[in-house]
């Protein structure tokens, strides 16, 4: 079945650089878009970032451009969050997802989610 | 960005009867170009990840119950429990896939009354 599990999130002090990872298990991981989707604790969800399966299309957030990138090695089944700058604002649980085809918008599975919590 | 609002915040209904959740664009997400509502529903039960429930604004995903459903074109959309079961107890999320950015809604809470 579809797995994908987040891992690397932790505490990390404003200004502050951290990446998240993401390994996907159970569907061809280099055939499938991917996104990242952040919810602040208590609260709803935000989505973050988007690659297409090659990464020949990318987008962000405008509150994110800049200071995180999204990249994946599909020859790991890994997708990466790349955080920089991070601010108190970017706390929040960070969701790796699979878009349902090559270029998808739609998401379709949710992992498990790592917390990254920008603090001092 | 397109602004999703949903409605209402949260709703208590008694086991087996009907909830009904809605959600409003700021702009119609409704294309042109292959007639088709790019919106989904999600669900998120306590203390899990997101679950796809309904995409292309009435597309039941895999394995969701037919209890679920999804109606609504254009800008309006709604999301039909037609019997609450205990396990449906969730906060309901709407989105619009139109464009970049993703937007998703508030969130509705649903509980047993």
């Known amino acids: 079945q579809v797995q994908m599990v987040a891992s690397g999130g932790g505490v990390v002090q404003p200004g502050g650089s951290l990446t998240v990872s993401c390994v996907a298990s159970?569907?061809?991981?280099?055939?499938?878009?991917m996104h990242w989707v952040r919810q602040p604790p208590g609260k709803g969800l935000e989505w973050v970032a988007f690659?297409?399966?090659?990464?020949?299309?990318?987008y962000y957030r405008d509150s994110v451009k800049g200071r995180f990138t999204i990249s994946r090695d599909n020859s790991k089944n890994t997708l990466f969050l790349h955080m920089s700058s991070l601010r108190a604002e970017d706390t929040a649980v960070y969701y790796c997802?699979?878009?349902?085809?090559?270029?998808?918008?739609?998401?379709?599975?949710w992992g498990q989610g790592s917390l990254v919590t920008v603090s001092s | 960005d397109i602004v999703m609002t949903q409605s209402p915040d949260s709703l208590a209904v008694s086991l087996g009867e009907r909830a009904t959740i809605n959600c409003k664009s700021s702009?119609?997400?409704?294309?042109?170009?292959?007639?088709?509502?790019?919106f989904a529903w999600y669900q998120q039960k306590p203390g899990q990840s997101p679950r796809l429930l309904i995409y292309?604004?009435?597309t039941r995903e895999s394995g969701v119950p037919d209890r679920f459903s999804g109606s609504g074109s254009g800008a309006d959309f709604t999301l039909t429990i037609s019997s609450l079961q205990a396990e449906d107890v969730a906060v309901y999320y709407c989105?619009?896939?139109?464009?970049?950015?993703?937007?998703f809604g508030g969130g509705t809470k649903v509980e047993i009354k």
């Open positions: 997802t699979k878009g349902q085809a090559s270029g998808s918008f739609i998401i379709d599975y």
């Open positions: 159970g569907f061809n991981f280099n055939s499938y878009a």
């Open positions: 690659t297409r399966y090659d990464e020949s299309k990318t």
């Open positions: 702009r119609s997400v409704l294309s042109s170009a292959d007639n088709k509502n790019y």
């Open positions: 292309w604004a009435s």
């Open positions: 989105q619009q896939y139109y464009n970049s950015p993703l937007t």
